[in-house]
């Protein structure tokens, strides 16, 4: 059985701060896909990042970084410099084998002007 | 499509009556899957078709949910006898071949009163 965790309900932070959300999965897959959603009041789900089990390079996007470490089975996620227009529902998801979707219970931002 | 698209956006039933919910995915998209999001809670995954496939119907709560999926395209999930619990967002998702990335529509609010 697959299983993410997200051990952080809720973070608040002042516009600007560095927002780091923690991601930690289990799975018997030995290839597997991680991913970063954002869901914003609106409500739709937004792709953010993908990441495949053999890759285990950190890259940076604009203000989104990633740290995927299969030794620990954690990918965690930073947005720097937070705006407003950050806070939202980011969820950790994980695919295996079967190619469905286990989402992480969600980590609600919110970022204060 | 550009994109997935679900109808209706809301819909509201009395307990007891049947609903249809429906997913228009992405052209080319082979596989499709519904989610479950209730109010404040993550995503829960009710069901997957890929392609030609047998569905994965492991996520349906209850012989009241059903799902079929037309000509590899469109797919209806139907709720039979709604009950209060049902209450939630219906999330569809279509994907190529599974893990490529997911792209969710904006899902129907479904409120049994």
């Known amino acids: 059985a697959q299983k993410v965790t997200q051990a952080q309900t809720e973070i608040s932070v002042v516009e600007k701060e560095d927002v780091t959300l923690d991601c930690v999965y289990e799975?018997?897959?030995?290839?597997?896909?991680l991913f970063w959603y954002k869901q914003p009041p609106s409500g739709e789900l937004v792709f953010l990042i993908r990441?495949?089990?053999?890759?285990?390079q950190n890259e940076i996007s604009g203000r989104y970084s990633w740290n995927f470490q299969k030794s620990t089975s954690s990918f965690n996620f930073t947005i720097t410099a937070s705006q407003v227009v950050d806070s939202a529902v980011y969820f950790c998801?994980?695919?295996?084998?079967?190619?469905?979707?286990?989402f992480g219970a969600g980590t609600t931002v919110t970022v204060r002007a | 499509g550009a994109g997935v698209s679900q109808s209706p956006s809301n819909k509201v039933t009395e307990k007891g009556k049947d609903v249809e919910l429906r997913c228009d995915p992405i052209?080319?998209?082979?596989?499709l899957y519904w989610y479950r999001q209730s109010l404040g809670q993550g995503l829960e995954f009710l069901i997957y078709?890929?392609?030609?496939?047998?569905?994965?119907k492991s996520g349906l709560p209850s012989d009241r949910f059903s799902a079929e999926r037309t000509g590899g395209s469109v797919s209806t999930l139907t709720i039979q006898r709604t009950q209060q619990e049902d209450s939630a967002v219906y999330l569809c998702?279509?994907?190529?071949?599974?893990?490529?990335?997911?792209?969710f529509g904006s899902g129907t609010r479904l409120t049994v009163v």
């Open positions: 998702a279509s994907s190529f071949r599974g893990s490529y990335g997911y792209t």
């Open positions: 799975t018997r897959d030995t290839t597997y896909y």
């Open positions: 998801a994980l695919s295996g084998n079967d190619y469905k979707l286990s």
């Open positions: 078709f890929q392609g030609n496939s047998a569905p994965d």
């Open positions: 990441r495949n089990s053999f890759d285990e």
């Open positions: 052209s080319g998209h082979t596989a």
